[in-house]
């Protein structure tokens, strides 16, 4: 069963609260468990209870992975815990008690067994606790979603106590509240060659997830900018996604968060919901941002939002460095991002409809 339907059959969350759960996995990604908790939708015991249900395992307690032996920790090396996101508990004889993202994965279980020669005793455990201890423990930097906790989401999350972060031979996590970077991951790479708008609104329209909604915006941009870049938009935050240049991914997109509580063209658009197309000032957010693509200040930039509901959901950037823009090109990628914003708005009515088989 999937933990959706499971959701939906145990009736703890609203149909208006997994709807706007739906909406934030289509859009940003992540686990449907993980978004439901941080939007405040779920708590974290009932998580547990679900995630145990689900896998039909027991779910780890903080107290196992906060007690889990430093013997143990420093055995279990961190390439395989990060590639497979697994957190040692402890060891009973020959079995290995093993917190997992998914108790399920028989290959995994496999692996570890052999690597280690003992048999794995599988725990569940919700994700984002998961990153919190691989990133003290391994020092393995959690993605921004998991990343940016104030201290009152850390103590709802852990159930009423903060972890003890002073424990003798623990690598101590970043002061991510702080931080203004958040987990590389692979950059996305957007395909090259001709790319006609008419074509690409078709791919708009049969995209089947978020990844080839952006890399179909950005296939289009690249053909007439030297940098085209999209951003998630949360709150007061755009969050790099995926980016392109003449010489190819944007990598450092993919570590960015640029806060929008101050001018910028971003802000400009995130609130206004218009194009924007005209200079980069010389605003602090204005140098951040051309910092994180690496850019010199161009000629003319070129702001759009991609809405869904009327929320804006992503921003696009893109310039020509120190030539001009095509004036036509604005109304042709609002046309495409219009397509994009419809493309999201079917996704999300497609997970509902999964939710309800």
Wanted: proline share 8%; aromatic share 6%; with cysteine.
């Amino acid at each position: 069963m999937k933990f959706g339907t499971l959701l939906a059959r145990e009736k703890v969350i609203t149909p208006e609260q997994l709807e706007d759960a739906l909406k934030n996995q289509v859009v940003y990604g992540g686990r449907l468990g993980t978004i439901l908790l941080t939007l405040g939708h779920i708590d974290i015991e009932t998580h547990k209870r679900l995630l145990s249900r689900h896998f039909g395992v027991p779910c780890a307690s903080q107290s196992d992975l906060e007690d889990a032996p430093r013997d143990l920790i420093e055995r279990i090396p961190s390439d395989l815990v990060q590639k497979h996101s697994v957190h040692p508990i402890k060891i009973e004889g020959r079995r290995l008690h093993l917190a997992m993202a998914n108790p399920r994965d028989l290959m995994v279980l496999d692996e570890i067994s052999f690597l280690t020669g003992l048999m794995v005793v599988p725990y569940a455990v919700p994700e984002i606790v998961l990153a919190y201890y691989l990133e003290r423990n391994y020092g393995i930097p959690r993605r921004e979603y998991h990343a940016r906790l104030s201290e009152v989401e850390r103590v709802a999350i852990f159930g009423g106590r903060i972890p003890d972060r002073s424990r003798p031979g623990v690598t101590p996590g970043r002061p991510l509240p702080e931080s203004r970077l958040k987990a590389a991951e692979p950059p996305l790479v957007v395909p090259t060659g001709p790319l006609p708008l008419e074509n690409a609104i078709e791919q708009m329209d049969a995209a089947p997830d978020r990844t080839r909604i952006g890399l179909t915006i950005l296939q289009f941009a690249r053909q007439y900018l030297s940098t085209a870049a999209l951003f998630l938009v949360k709150t007061d935050e755009a969050i790099g996604w995926v980016g392109v240049s003449a010489d190819g991914p944007l990598a450092v997109i993919g570590e960015t968060i640029l806060p929008l509580d101050g001018p910028s063209v971003l802000k400009t658009v995130k609130e206004s919901g218009a194009i924007y197309l005209g200079p980069v000032g010389s605003e602090p957010l204005n140098e951040a941002l051309l910092r994180a693509l690496g850019r010199e200040r161009p000629a003319t930039a070129l702001v759009l939002p991609v809405h869904v509901r009327r929320r804006v959901v992503n921003l696009f950037y893109g310039d020509a460095g120190r030539s001009d823009i095509d004036p036509t090109l604005p109304a042709r990628l609002s046309r495409l991002l219009a397509a994009a914003g419809t493309a999201y708005e079917r996704l999300i009515l497609e997970s509902k409809k999964k939710m309800e088989l």
